[in-house]
């Protein structure tokens, strides 16, 4: 599976973005996706997820401001990024998991878009 994310950028805080993650190569085995973020020098912490059955999780820094959303026929998870504020700056990677009947959980990651969030 590989994963491209798209829609990362500059913009003051209020704003909105809106990123993109397309997946390509066994996407009829990916079961959840989602968003994480990682500024440095911290660990890597989730934004939000999504079911293959449209079931949503977010972290509690984001809820009500973002929204994920996922296009099964495009293979393409969405997140929306509503009220942004300077402490959302952060490199935004797309995230795909597959469960393997011999390994079990894997999960994919996309190469990260940069959100930077000005005050």
């Known amino acids: 599976v590989h994963l491209v994310e798209s829609g990362g950028g500059l913009v003051q805080a209020g704003e909105s973005l809106r990123l993109s993650c397309a997946a390509s190569?066994?996407?009829?085995?990916?079961?959840?996706m989602g968003w994480y973020r990682q500024v440095p020098g911290k660990q890597r912490e989730l934004v939000a997820t999504?079911?293959?059955?449209?079931?949503?999780n977010y972290s509690d820094s984001v809820k009500g401001r973002f929204a994920i959303s996922r296009d099964n026929a495009k293979n393409t998870v969405y997140l929306q990024m509503n009220s942004l504020k300077p402490e959302d700056t952060a490199v935004y990677y797309c995230?795909?998991?597959?469960?393997?009947?011999?390994?079990?959980?894997?999960?994919?990651w996309g190469q990260g878009t940069q959100v930077t969030v000005s005050s």
């Open positions: 999504i079911t293959s059955g449209g079931t949503t």
């Open positions: 190569g066994r996407t009829d085995s990916i079961g959840a």
């Open positions: 995230n795909a998991v597959i469960k393997y009947r011999v390994v079990g959980r894997f999960d994919y």
